[in-house]
């Protein structure tokens, strides 16, 4: 079975530069036809997917956020990475790492970000 485990900083400043990373055991991330998928649940509200780099290093994002986010892997250590850049507090949330791509099969523990002076 994969197992997830996000890791990064807490608290990143506004204008700033939001990375995490999350690393992967159990399975490679280079398994042909396995995603992996971020995803943020803000404060007292929903899930909110931001985007994916697949097997084949491939990478979707929502639209919303694209402007500003960036995934990539590091297949020597079986991980990926999210970068979103020019934070704002909107950015505060929970951050998970997941593998899938429609079907969310396993997921990180999740890590709190707070974007704050």
């Known amino acids: 079975q994969v197992q997830l485990q996000e890791s990064g900083p807490g608290l990143v400043k506004p204008s700033q530069t939001l990375s995490l990373t999350c690393t992967v055991s159990?399975?490679?991330?280079?398994?042909?036809?396995?995603?992996w998928t971020w995803i943020r649940q803000p404060p007292g509200k929903g899930l909110e997917w931001i985007g994916y780099?697949?097997?084949?290093?491939?990478?979707s994002y929502s639209p919303s956020l694209k402007s500003r986010t960036s995934i990539s892997r590091d297949t020597s250590k079986n991980q990926f990475t999210l970068q979103l850049s020019s934070v704002t507090p909107e950015d505060t949330a929970a951050y998970y790492c997941t593998r899938g791509r429609i079907v969310l099969a396993e997921w990180g523990q999740g890590t709190q970000v707070t974007v704050s002076s």
């Open positions: 780099i697949a097997y084949s290093g491939s990478t």
């Open positions: 159990g399975g490679s991330i280079t398994t042909n036809n396995y995603y």
